[in-house]
């Protein structure tokens, strides 16, 4: 049994609510209270207290779990990027629709980073295309998974000639379910992110 492999298991087993906050802010390169409560749609003091809650929890599951088998969670974190680069491959080549159909739920959420919810995939695929006619890339910097969530960090890559066309870095935070995209928050950092 590796450490790695129990605390992984240790953070599986957290609330979505606890564990959204405890992967933002220990696993990825979104660890500002500010920048986690704009992520998750909640006030700061909601993001402090859910952390605390987490701690607890996790220290608790900890103890009782040392001696448990648990799944390898180097293979599940390798898994969620090689989606995220499958998925912005498939963008490249045009195929970004078929993707999104693949991956996400007929029904799912899209949250945009002003906080505007969509319910149509096609969406989705119109802003990714927009960004890509705009000569707009990603570049893949993290991903990390746990139960039912996803986050997916990446550089953005502005053409030469519109330098200021998108902020530096993105996050998509997925909800999953059955294996696809129930619901998917984007995030626009003012810096690019830099996973822990």
């Not at 090689?82 to 912005?88: N, Q, S």
Request: glycine fraction near 6%.
């Amino acid at each position: 049994m590796s450490l790695r492999d129990w605390t992984w298991h240790a953070v599986g087993e957290l609330s979505e609510p606890l564990r959204l906050v405890t992967l933002l802010r220990y696993f990825s390169g979104v660890s500002s209270y500010e920048e986690i409560a704009a992520l998750c749609g909640v006030p700061v003091g909601t993001v402090r207290s859910r952390l605390n809650q987490a701690r607890r929890k996790l220290a608790s599951a900890l103890r009782h779990t040392a001696d448990l088998a648990h799944d390898d969670s180097a293979a599940l974190h390798a898994s969620c990027r090689d989606r995220f680069e499958e998925v912005l491959a498939a963008a490249g080549r045009g195929e970004f629709e078929r993707a999104v159909r693949e991956y996400w739920w007929p029904d799912a959420d899209l949250i945009r980073p002003n906080g505007e919810r969509r319910a149509e995939r096609s969406y989705l695929v119109e802003v990714m295309e927009r960004d890509l006619a705009a000569g707009v890339r990603q570049r893949v910097i993290g991903a990390v998974a746990s139960r039912g969530v996803m986050v997916w960090e990446a550089a953005l890559i502005n053409p030469p000639d519109d330098p200021q066309h998108c902020p530096p870095a993105a996050v998509w935070l997925h909800s999953v379910r059955g294996g696809r995209t129930q619901r998917l928050r984007l995030f626009h950092a003012g810096r690019t992110v830099v996973p822990s």
